[in-house]
């Protein structure tokens, strides 16, 4: 089935500003109405979370062992017993609710979408997309400065209208109960739904699974007006007789350091790849296994200098972790993995792939990312016309670094608007 649908914007832009939910126009399909969302989480699942945690299991470890064999225990245990005496679960919502929500059935699957429109009508809209293990509680720091850049140091010309959507399987989206849900069917998703929403030209942020959702609609949706991304990919030239040609020593030396920082943590996306539905058995029914699985990823990738606070407070992390386990979306999450690593044939009604990517693309590239690769690669890949190199920061940069981030998506769109 071919997902594009014509025909409703001006109704589909009324519900996002908030007008009353309401069926569609003549012609649109049962479901694909955009409604008003907040999030809410029984108390019975809160109660059911902290008894659980004080239930736990705890394994053993070689003292004085730190990270060296996974995630700290000493670390774990304290994190843990902060999730079930203290951290604010509602606080939380509170700060999730307090921008506006709304959800649209794509392609069989309920979709969840932050949609924060900027006050000034010559904002340009900006999608901005999360990976694993990240939700939209990655960008609660930026919306506001992307939004209303005055009432954060910015300009009114730099103003965004922000969509925020929960990747299919993640969050407060639905989860996909048919195979083949990789990154270009998610991507078509999301190209569909800034149609719904009116938009018809608009940029895309992402960094992780989401850099490859912008890379998808840079490549595929001609109403995209350039890429903004973390995370870029790049490698040498095959067949090269020598692949680092033309590379400068102090880019050989920072991809090796990071490569040799990484070497331990890679199993994940093996195990991910192969066998998600056994390992979301365990992550799906222990909050502290899932608490170790999750925060042992934003330790190997921030710039937290041996302090993983220093990066986080234990409430953002807190507040990630509790949006996969209130939800139960950490095995269909995983499952993006097996997806893109077992592609199937075609779907049917499938934009096909444009064989390159030429809207203008910028790079974000933070020294504890999980891979730095030098511009010379990246470059072959994109129209590449904006590259920073960041002086601070990881892969989960809005959460981690908001105002350099903040910076360099206002700075690669200035030219773009």
């Known amino acids: 089935m071919n997902l594009k649908r014509k025909g409703w914007f001006l109704w589909a832009a009324l519900a996002a500003c908030g007008a009353p939910p309401a069926p569609g126009p003549a012609g649109l399909p049962e479901g694909a109405a955009i409604r008003p969302y907040k999030v809410r989480v029984d108390e019975a699942v809160i109660k059911d979370l902290r008894a659980r945690l004080a239930r736990t299991r705890w394994p053993d470890a070689i003292p004085g062992s730190g990270w060296k064999y996974g995630v700290d225990?000493?670390?774990?245990?304290?994190?843990?017993?902060?999730?079930?005496?203290?951290?604010?679960?509602?606080?939380?919502?509170?700060?999730?609710?307090?921008?506006?929500?709304?959800?649209?059935?794509?392609?069989?699957?309920?979709?969840?979408?932050?949609?924060?429109?900027?006050?000034?009508?010559?904002?340009?809209?900006?999608?901005?997309?999360?990976?694993?293990?990240?939700?939209?509680?990655?960008?609660?720091?930026?919306?506001?400065?992307?939004?209303?850049?005055?009432?954060?140091?910015?300009?009114?010309?730099?103003?965004?209208?922000?969509?925020?959507?929960?990747?299919?399987?993640?969050?407060?989206?639905?989860?996909?109960?048919?195979?083949?849900?990789?990154?270009?069917?998610?991507?078509?998703?999301?190209?569909?739904?800034?149609?719904?929403?009116?938009?018809?030209?608009?940029?895309?942020?992402?960094?992780?699974?989401?850099?490859?959702?912008?890379?998808?609609?840079g490549r595929n949706d001609p109403r995209v007006v350039g890429i903004h991304m973390q995370f870029p990919p790049g490698g040498p030239q095959p067949g090269a007789a020598d692949p680092n040609a033309g590379l400068t020593p102090e880019e050989i030396e920072r991809m090796k350091r990071r490569g040799q920082e990484l070497q331990d943590h890679r199993a994940y996306g093996a195990i991910q790849g192969t066998r998600p539905l056994t390992l979301g058995a365990g992550l799906n029914d222990s909050p502290a296994g899932l608490a170790a699985w999750v925060v042992d990823k934003f330790w190997a990738w921030s710039d937290h200098g041996g302090n993983l606070e220093s990066s986080f407070t234990k409430d953002e992390l807190l507040t990630n972790i509790t949006i996969y386990w209130v939800t139960e979306t950490m095995p269909s999450s995983v499952r993006l993995y097996y997806e893109s690593q077992h592609p199937g044939p075609p779907r049917e009604g499938a934009r096909p792939r444009r064989p390159r990517n030429d809207v203008p693309a910028g790079v974000a590239l933070f020294p504890k990312e999980i891979s730095v690769p030098p511009r010379k690669w990246v470059e072959k890949l994109y129209n590449l016309v904006h590259w920073t190199e960041m002086p601070r920061g990881g892969h989960f940069a809005a959460m981690e670094q908001p105002q350099l981030y903040v910076d360099d998506v206002r700075k690669f769109f200035r030219g773009l608007r």
């Open 73 to 217: 225990l000493a670390y774990l245990r304290d994190l843990v017993e902060y999730w079930r005496t203290n951290f604010d679960w509602r606080a939380a919502e509170r700060r999730l609710n307090a921008f506006d929500q709304f959800t649209s059935v794509i392609d069989g699957v309920e979709l969840h979408f932050i949609h924060q429109r900027s006050k000034h009508s010559k904002a340009l809209p900006l999608v901005i997309t999360h990976g694993w293990p990240g939700s939209v509680a990655e960008f609660l720091k930026v919306i506001g400065p992307l939004t209303d850049p005055e009432a954060h140091g910015g300009k009114a010309e730099d103003a965004f209208h922000v969509v925020c959507p929960s990747l299919p399987g993640f969050g407060f989206s639905g989860k996909p109960r048919d195979p083949g849900w990789n990154v270009p069917r998610m991507a078509e998703a999301i190209s569909v739904l800034m149609e719904r929403l009116g938009y018809e030209r608009y940029g895309a942020q992402g960094g992780d699974w989401g850099r490859g959702v912008t890379e998808w609609l």
